[in-house]
Nanobody
Framework: QVQLVESGGGLVQAGGSLRLSCAVT????????MGWFRQLPGKEREFVAA????????YYADSAKGRFTVSRDNAKNTVSLQMNSLKPEDTAVYYC?????????????????WGQGTQVTVSS
């Protein structure tokens, strides 16, 4: 059974930092490109960042560049998102996602496994 379980969300003041983690079980983790998305109520899921299967390639939305860092540990089957200089507009539910095969783009439909999400709230 494939499971992606996010943790690390919470409430933080603007300018602060959070580190999200996603623990993955039930699949060959090193065969999966991994991504992070976020979503506000009533809005479409938005790409935040992704990382290639080996970890050598990282990809970011413009809104995340310079502030967020995605990383993975293939030995521990985990992917993380370090978020610094957080802004109120970063408030959303953040989802971890996996795609079997190489990273091919930032569309949510290209990812086939999803976590349940973790809430991030940034106060002004």
């Amino acid at each position: 059974q494939v499971q992606l379980v996010e943790s690390g969300g919470g409430l933080v003041q603007a300018g602060g930092s959070l580190r999200l983690s996603c623990a993955v079980t039930g699949l060959a983790f090193e065969s999966y490109a991994m991504g992070w998305f976020r979503q506000l109520p009533g809005k479409e899921r938005e790409f935040v960042a992704a990382i290639s299967r080996s970890g050598s390639g990282t990809y970011y939305a413009d809104s995340a560049k310079g502030r967020f860092t995605v990383s993975r540990d293939n030995a521990k089957n985990t992917v993380s998102l370090q978020m610094n200089s957080l802004k109120p507009e970063d408030t959303a539910v953040y989802y971890c996602a996996g795609r079997h095969g190489p990273y091919i783009g930032r569309g949510a439909s290209t990812f086939d496994s999803w976590g349940q999400g973790t809430q991030v709230t940034v106060s002004s």
